[in-house]
């Protein structure tokens, strides 16, 4: 970072401003802290007892660690569905026939402009209503229904932009030594078209983690949800949602560096084994990281994706 | 369809999406303004300030969205006592939860615009910056004259994904005692027996708004995409 | 080179499916312990509320409140001790569900006899009448009711039928909705809010905790009559009879009272009127 070339290196006078400006920002991030920290004792509550309380075993054994699991899960079901559905919607997108294309495109189209929320509501009530899945599993299976739905659909976007992106002469060769268009898209197209998406993908890991705790909403009992039953049951709710922000921080932020690191790894063997470019997808809906690079704007520009993607 | 027709003469439909539009169009200002500072913090000379970026982009960012609109409802309003709305108004609650949404949904994307922008920036070559500097632009006046107008014109794309996913994601806002679609769609569930028909109806509401921002924003990243 | 693209592709499927075993057992999400759906065990099977200090309430492994103490009196009636009940989370949408499938047995968990849920659920009791009522900070003599309520800040929960009764009564009150009461404890504590509606007997079990003891007080007049049943699949008039006996025996002898004193006594609570009430005949 030291050799932008957005700056020079600094002079005696940039030097004397830049202290400067380091002094404002610490004292407006202390200030802020400062100032949240001494309202919050004044209404009791930094209260000790309050805090405690987060400490105790059964706390955790009780509440936090089955919300945790119960977070893991809906995310981890959601991402395997959410994958095979993209899969299906993406390749019905590329389809050659007229209608499959048409049903996959809007159903596609649809499912990425409907907000998650909605669709959670929505299913929860169906499944509830209709007792589909029984009272233990309803709720589960609205979250994941929403995710999939939503989250499915941007892959099928990744998909279908992932294959157009690819030389034409990938398909050319295919057809030409008598693949079928299917056979083509199978065994030539998607294989590639899934490795230059792949960083999209794995960002796309993040949000369906991170919009799992939408499950709140309908009663799903997730990590914020058992926060709030700790703040029901031990009287300290803003304190459990503070621990509930920081362990669903540590969670995403966990999960993106090991996307990261994933992520490069592969990119790094795509390159060995001589595949295709894999920063292929500048623009892509979702597009994660892999900008066309040239180190302006700092490094790992990722996950740009607030929940959604747009189109 | 008469049931519909029913429900839509009973229920404000239009007003809850108006709430939608509300929340939405305040929120990107919010989310444009600060993502921008946010996006100048992070690739400027001084180290603290670049770390402080990074710091709020990769928390807020990590956060669920659901959390950090409580904070600002639970903590900041309630606990903190900060009105937006002073306290003699006969809308003070309502206002209040309005306009903390509002902050809570432009700090939450603020971040993803900040992501947006850099990303803008990336698609300036580095000739430019140098080119300005090599003409004796400071750091302020080449991002001003130089890397910012490329970087949002390069940042279009991105900047609408941004906006589609905030329109959506004002229906968290329904968590805390704001009336919007959502609220809406869940009181009209709870009490009619037409379910699928009322979520059809609210989620093409939500296509309506959204897909010609998508298309606008399309049209507006490839007419204005810099030429190279 | 091919497979190699869709190892790459597995892996992350199989880093997907590791998130998803980490968290296996999926769905067993409200139900306490081991699953309402084992049918099974000898024990009986009682759903209650886990989130409603003083009534019901789940804190860490322990279960307490007068619904609690109501059914646990209840299962000894029947046959079964305390140790072999077995508690599940029975949240409001859910109770009707809950007994038409069998996953419980009873429902004691602040369920109001209503005509609308004869219809699916038959119910015995009631066990105790309670009322809507306003939760106050304790040294605010200003709200004596409903109708003191204009010009004030009044919190509820979202979707909550009390708090909208108010609004509808006084237009010039101003509402607040969170996810949660205990949402609403700290705004009420701080002057944020002015008063928190719903039944007394949560309000009193809520103003019990020790957290908030002192803090708060209900102001004593209700103003709608709830009167809660234990709820049992349809049509079964022989554990209605049983229930009822019991119940009948628990107000004799002296266990009613002391489960209000025990759970709601710390807020200062006294039972309304019709208490304690007597069964209705079962149908």
């Known amino acids: ?311 | 369809m008469g049931e519909i027709g029913d429900i839509l003469a009973k229920y404000d439909v239009l007003a809850a999406f108006g709430m939608t539009v509300y929340l939405t169009v305040f929120s990107a200002v919010g989310a444009l303004l600060l993502g921008t500072v946010l996006a100048i913090m992070r690739v400027s000379p001084v180290g603290v300030l670049r770390s402080l970026g990074a710091f709020y982009v990769n928390t807020v960012r990590n956060t669920p969205l659901t959390l950090i609109l409580v904070f600002c409802s639970l903590g900041v309003f309630f606990i903190l006592q900060l009105n937006l709305e002073p306290a003699s108004s006969p809308t003070f609650l309502r206002d209040n939860a309005i306009r903390w949404a509002i902050v809570g949904l432009a700090a939450y994307h603020a971040a993803f615009v900040c992501e947006a922008l850099r990303s803008g920036v990336n698609t300036v070559p580095a000739g430019q910056a140098e080119a300005a500097r090599s003409i004796g632009l400071t750091f302020g006046q080449s991002l001003r004259e130089v890397i910012l107008p490329q970087a949002f014109r390069g940042a279009i794309a991105p900047l609408g994904s941004v906006l589609i996913a905030l329109t959506k994601n004002t229906t968290v806002a329904s968590i805390v005692s704001v009336s919007e679609a959502s609220a809406l769609m869940k009181v009209i569930i709870e009490n009619e027996t037409a379910g699928t028909a009322v979520f059809l109806v609210f989620a093409i509401g939500f296509v309506v708004l959204t897909l010609p921002v998508g298309m606008l924003f399309t049209t507006l990243s490839r007419r204005l995409a810099v030429k190279r | 080179m091919t497979t190699r693209r869709w190892g790459a592709l597995a892996a992350t499927a199989a880093v997907a499916l590791g998130l998803a075993a980490c968290g296996s057992d999926a769905g067993n999400t409200g139900s306490g312990g081991d699953g309402g759906d084992s049918g099974g065990g000898s024990g009986l099977k009682v759903g209650i509320k886990f989130d409603q200090p003083g009534m019901g309430l789940k804190k860490g492994t322990e279960y307490s409140g007068m619904d609690v103490d109501v059914a646990t009196y209840i299962a000894k009636e029947l046959g079964t001790e305390a140790g072999d009940i077995q508690w599940v989370q029975a949240p409001s949408a859910q109770r009707e569900t809950l007994i038409s499938t069998g996953q419980v047995d009873i429902v004691v968990a602040t369920y109001s006899i209503t005509d609308a849920r004869k219809e699916k659920v038959s119910f015995a009791g009631p066990y105790f009448v309670a009322g809507q009522d306003l939760l106050v900070r304790a040294d605010d003599s200003s709200v004596t009711g409903p109708d003191a309520l204009d010009g004030k800040k009044l919190c509820s929960v979202t979707g909550s039928t009390s708090a909208q009764n108010v609004k509808e009564d006084v237009p010039g009150v101003q509402l607040q909705e969170f996810a949660t009461y205990s949402e609403c404890l700290p705004a009420l504590a701080n002057g944020g809010v002015d008063a928190l509606t719903t039944d007394d007997t949560i309000l009193a079990g809520y103003a019990s905790q020790e957290e908030y003891k002192g803090k708060f007080k209900v102001v004593g007049q209700p103003f709608s009559e709830e009167r809660y049943g234990v709820g049992l699949k349809k049509g079964d008039t022989a554990l209605c009879e049983k229930v009822n006996a019991a119940i009948t025996k628990m107000v004799t002898d002296g266990a009613w009272q002391k489960a209000i004193d025990d759970n709601l006594g710390p807020a200062g609570y006294k039972p309304g009127a019709g208490n304690p009430p007597t069964p209705d005949a079962c149908s």
């Open chain 1, 1 to 311: 970072m030291s050799t932008s070339v957005l700056f020079d290196a600094p002079g005696p006078r940039a030097r004397a401003r830049h202290r400067l400006l380091t002094l404002l920002g610490l004292l407006l991030a202390a200030g802020t802290l400062a100032l949240v920290l001494w309202k919050f004792a004044q209404q009791g509550q930094l209260e000790a007892s309050m805090w405690r309380s987060l400490l105790l075993p059964e706390v955790w054994t009780e509440y936090v660690l089955p919300g945790i699991r119960q977070t893991l899960a809906a995310a981890g079901a959601s991402i395997v569905a959410a994958l095979v559905f993209g899969l299906v919607f993406g390749m019905g997108r590329l389809s050659t026939i007229r209608p499959v294309r048409w049903v996959a495109g809007t159903i596609v189209e649809f499912f990425r402009a409907v907000p998650v929320l909605l669709m959670m509501y929505f299913t929860f009530t169906l499944y509830a209503r209709n007792n589909v899945f029984g009272v233990d599993f309803n709720s589960f299976y609205a979250v994941v229904t929403g995710l999939t739905l939503y989250n499915g659909s941007v892959i099928a976007e990744l998909v279908r932009s992932g294959v157009h992106q690819l030389p034409k002469g990938q398909s050319e060769a295919g057809l030409s030594i008598g693949l079928s268009p299917g056979q083509t898209l199978r065994s030539i197209e998607l294989p590639q078209a899934l490795t230059a998406m792949l960083p999209a993908l794995v960002g796309q890991l993040v949000v369906i983690l991170k919009d799992s705790a939408l499950g709140t909403a309908i009663t799903y009992p997730e990590l914020l949800a058992q926060a709030k039953n700790v703040g029901t049951a031990y009287g300290n709710v803003i304190p459990a949602y503070v621990l509930a922000a920081a362990l669903f921080i540590l969670l995403n932020y966990g999960l993106t560096v090991v996307a990261g690191r994933v992520e490069r790894r592969i990119n790094r063997r795509g390159r060995a084994a001589g595949g295709t470019t894999t920063n292929a997808m500048p623009g892509a809906p979702g597009g994660t990281g892999a900008m066309p690079s040239t180190g302006l704007g700092g490094d790992n520009v990722q996950n740009l994706d607030p929940t959604s993607t747009g189109r």
